[in-house]
Structures are given as structure tokens and as C-alpha cells.
């Protein structure tokens, strides 16, 4: 378990900006799961195979962590929020209501809420940690969001040989104790009430935990930049005559899955595919060239900060750059106008934004691991 300890310290520091001493506790966490798993599994131990698997769960659970590191504080929450919420959605109705849409979403974020804690108290316990420990600094929220990931994936055995995972046994039982009044009230509050008074009604408690439990605290410059980059890419598209494309990105904002989609949009599969391809297609047309500022700022990877890049990974994309893109990055990183520029490098301002593009283009491809010899892969 040492070599894996080195490992996991070793990848941690070069694909992060956190201390050593913080890379160096969440190894040791990471080791102690992984160590606990090969002494308990029988099927590892008769294996013979011992020191690879514990390889193989280090370096998995090493790449679940760098996922959510990369993704940051409020893209890691959305990203582990949609991944168990599709997980549990068919399994939250409650059996004595038909419930809208809406209605199930309130359901589903009191009981991840609930399960947040509940995973939050197996973190703690697991890895003997204090009863108030909380995860601060980014690498320990990605290292909770990881765990919380695969504790909610755990398999349970049932009788008759059968397994279900964690989280779905307990949105099962969730969803079996929703009292029908209950469940009505949450679909009135979801639909806006009924405006006949101004009292409480019966779900005015479930409404208040629910207001604890998700309180944090105020983020209301990412929030107002997320806005910002939802209403100018709205915008592009209607400016593109891509309506359709809107519509796909509006709903898509609300986590509807697929099928919701189709029927929404009257859309076979394969003509959902194909919308989703040429949104994907004006996103990234967006965000690399006519709002790289604006998109690039929210995503917490503008100039100053490298790019959104770790310092290996800096580094790699410098060694890539041909000497007019590395006078192109100095002269961006002296904020620079494009037509101060192309006079600089003798070529028109349309030359100097294609070729920024592709310069961004190979930033994402190196941050998001694509390019080999850029570090540690996190493919998602």
C-alpha cells in the first residue's frame, strides 16, 4: 500500500494546485478505502491478483476525484446532483400520487439533500474523521463528491441472490413514506399555490428543512456570470436563426432526459441526436470564439489563470505552441486588442480570432485529458 500512498500523492500533486500536505491526506484516504476493499473482498483475495487490483481501485478512484477537481465547486455539485438524479427518477413517484414533473423534482432534491448528509456521516465515519468535519478547500470537495458518487453506487445484496444499489433502496423507502397530502402540497407549492391564502400550508416544515439543508453561501457573482453566458448563448443561437437549438438548450437547463425532450420537441431519437450534434456544434463555436472571455471567466479558466490549466499541464501546452502562437498567447496575456495584434504579427484581425480559437481548442483538449502526455485521464 505504500507504492499506491506514492502514487496517489505523486498524481495528485501534478494534476492540482493544492498543498502537498492536502494531496498527501486525501492519498492517504484514498489508500486506507482501497486498502479496506482488497482485505475484505474475498473475490480479490482468492484472485492471486492482490497488488493489481488495489492499482486498478486506486487509480479509479484517483480519476473520479480529478474529475470533480476539474469541474470546480459549482460544476462538480450540478454534475454529481444530474448523476444520481437520473439514477433515482423512476424510483421517487410517490405510489398514491400521480405527480407532475416539477413535483418529482422538489421530491428528488429533499431526498439528495437528505442522502448528501447521510453520505457526508460515511465519509466521516470511514475515514475516522471528526463528527464536524467538512470538506473546505476544492480537493477535499471533489474527494467527498467522488465518494458520495460511490457510495451511492454501492451494491447491496437482497435476498434470492439479487443486488440494488445504495441509493436506490433508500429512494425507494423515501418515496414509500411520502404521506398523499404531503405529496399534493408539494405539487401545489411546485405549481405556484393557489393564491386563496397566505398561511402555511402542511408542507411549510418539509419547505423549511428543505431551505436548511441546501442553504449555502451566496455566490451571487457566479451566479450573475452564469446568467450572463445563458442569455448571450441564447442570443447567438436566435441571432443564428438556430430556434431550435434554443429550445434544445432550454430544456436541457432544466435536466429534462431524453425522452422528455422528444415528446416536448416532437422528435424521433435520431432527430434529437442530430439537434443535440449541431447544438453541441454552435456551443463550442461559443465558447471558443465569439465569448471566449465571457465563458472562459465563468469556468474559472481565463488568462490569469493559465488557461484553467494545472502547472504540468501549462507546460505541456506551451511545448505544443508554434512560435506565432506563443507570440499570439504573450500578446493576449498583455491584453492586447486583435488589431493591435495582427499589426503585430503582419495578418488581419479574422486570421488573429481563427487562429485564437484553435489555441483555446487545444487548451480544452489538454485540461479535459484528451491529448496524450497531459497528465493523469479523467475521461467523462
Known sequence: ?????????????????????????????????????????????????????????????????????????????????????????????????????????????????????????????????????????????????????????????????????????????????????????????????????????????????????????????EDTLRKTVVTELMSYLEERQQSDCADYFALRLRDLPAHEIEEILGLTPRQRDYLQQRFKYHLIRFALAHHWELVHQWLEADLERNLGLTPAQWETLLRRLTGAQSDLLRLKQQGASDMAIAQNLGCTVNQVQKQWSKLLEQAWEIRNNLVSGAGVSTDE
Open 1 to 221: 500500500m505504500e507504492a499506491i500512498l506514492e502514487l496517489l500523492s505523486h498524481e495528485l500533486k501534478q494534476a492540482t494546485r493544492a498543498s502537498e500536505k492536502a494531496c498527501r491526506d486525501v492519498a492517504l484516504r484514498l489508500t486506507g478505502e482501497v486498502n479496506r476493499i482488497c482485505v475484505e473482498s474475498k473475490r480479490i483475495q482468492a484472485s492471486g491478483e492482490v497488488e493489481a487490483w488495489s492499482t486498478a481501485l486506486a487509480r479509479h478512484r484517483l480519476k473520479q476525484c480529478l474529475k470533480y477537481y476539474q469541474l470546480g465547486s459549482r460544476r462538480g455539485r450540478v454534475e454529481l446532483h444530474s448523476t444520481l438524479s437520473a439514477v433515482i427518477y423512476r424510483y421517487i413517484t410517490p405510489p398514491q400520487v400521480q405527480s407532475s414533473y416539477q413535483a418529482r423534482l422538489t421530491l428528488i432534491e429533499d431526498f439528495l439533500q437528505g442522502f448528501y448528509i447521510e453520505a457526508l456521516n460515511a465519509f466521516r465515519r470511514e475515514n475516522q474523521l471528526p463528527s464536524d468535519y467538512c470538506p473546505r478547500t476544492l480537493i477535499q470537495l471533489a474527494e467527498y463528491m467522488a465518494f458520495t458518487e460511490r457510495y451511492a453506487k454501492r451494491r447491496i445484496p437482497l435476498p434470492g441472490r439479487r443486488n440494488q444499489q445504495l441509493i436506490i433502496l433508500r429512494a425507494q423507502t423515501f418515496s414509500q413514506q411520502q404521506p398523499p397530502e404531503t405529496s399534493v402540497d408539494i405539487e401545489q407549492a411546485a405549481e405556484g399555490g393557489n393564491g386563496e391564502s397566505d398561511q402555511p400550508r402542511s408542507a411549510a416544515p418539509l419547505q423549511q428543512l428543505r431551505e436548511q439543508m441546501v442553504a449555502q453561501e451566496p455566490e451571487v457573482a
